[in-house]
């Protein structure tokens, strides 16, 4: 059960937009429509922000929204904040008993 | 409100067995299509799921911990019991225990987490 693939790091500057990928293969992000994203700062608990692929639980912005094609799930966060740095993960349902989570990327807000 | 918490000991020998206990409010581990998981993170590394167990007892592990793992419920106490046998230092890691909706197969609710370290 291999890690999903995410950059490592991300950066845009205030009010810009960046997107994070996350690869897979057909048995986990491109077989099934259950991507989720987490925001996570360090020290504290992890946040869901996007789950089904593209929807957001209550009080999550709008300014973050994710898409899939294929076996890659994107999460793009528009009009960056200073506070949206953090680390972010997808996850996704697979076909082995368990999820996975990506790698990981730490976004840089400049 | 939904809330999860997670206690154990901060420190074990390796070969040692690590017990942690998750104690969640705010909703029923009896209630159809809920669970709960097990995340951990070791020191700057991914995320990595660990073991889930859902309201009618079905059990998922990590197929490469399976055989060092064991997560049990217990519903009128509200607590999810993670075991883990054989301790390792690689082991070491922030513990994460978290609610899971299984129509979208994701983590809505986590704790705060507990350090484990792993040392002699």
């Known amino acids: 059960q291999s890690a999903l693939t995410q950059p490592a790091s991300v950066s845009g500057s205030p009010g810009q937009s960046i997107t994070i990928s996350c690869t897979g293969t057909n048995s986990d992000v491109g077989g099934y429509n259950y991507v989720s994203w987490y925001q996570h700062h360090p020290g504290k608990a992890p946040k869901l922000m996007i789950y089904e692929v593209t929807n957001r639980p209550s009080g999550v912005s709008n300014r973050f929204s994710g898409s899939k094609s294929g076996n890659t799930a994107s999460l793009t966060i528009s009009g960056l904040q200073a506070e949206d740095e953090a680390d972010y993960y997808c996850?996704?349902?697979?076909?082995?008993?368990?999820?996975?989570f990506g790698g990981g990327t730490k976004l840089t807000v400049l | 409100q939904i809330t999860l918490k997670e206690s154990g000991p901060t420190q074990v020998k390796p070969t040692q067995t690590l017990t942690l206990t998750c104690s969640f409010s705010g909703f029923s581990l009896s209630t159809s299509g809920v669970g709960v998981g097990w995340i951990r993170q070791p020191p700057g590394k991914a995320l990595e799921w660990l073991a889930v167990i859902y309201w009618h007892d079905d059990k998922r592990y990590r197929p490469s911990l399976k055989s060092r793992l064991t997560i049990t419920k217990d519903t009128s106490k509200n607590q999810v019991v993670l075991t883990m046998t054989n301790m390792d230092p690689v082991d070491t890691a922030t513990y994460y225990c978290?609610?899971?909706?299984?129509?979208?197969?994701?983590?809505?609710?986590w704790g705060q987490g507990t350090l484990v370290t792993v040392s002699s």
């Open positions: 978290a609610h899971m909706i299984l129509t979208g197969y994701c983590f809505d609710y």
């Open positions: 996850s996704s349902y697979t076909s082995s008993p368990i999820g996975v």
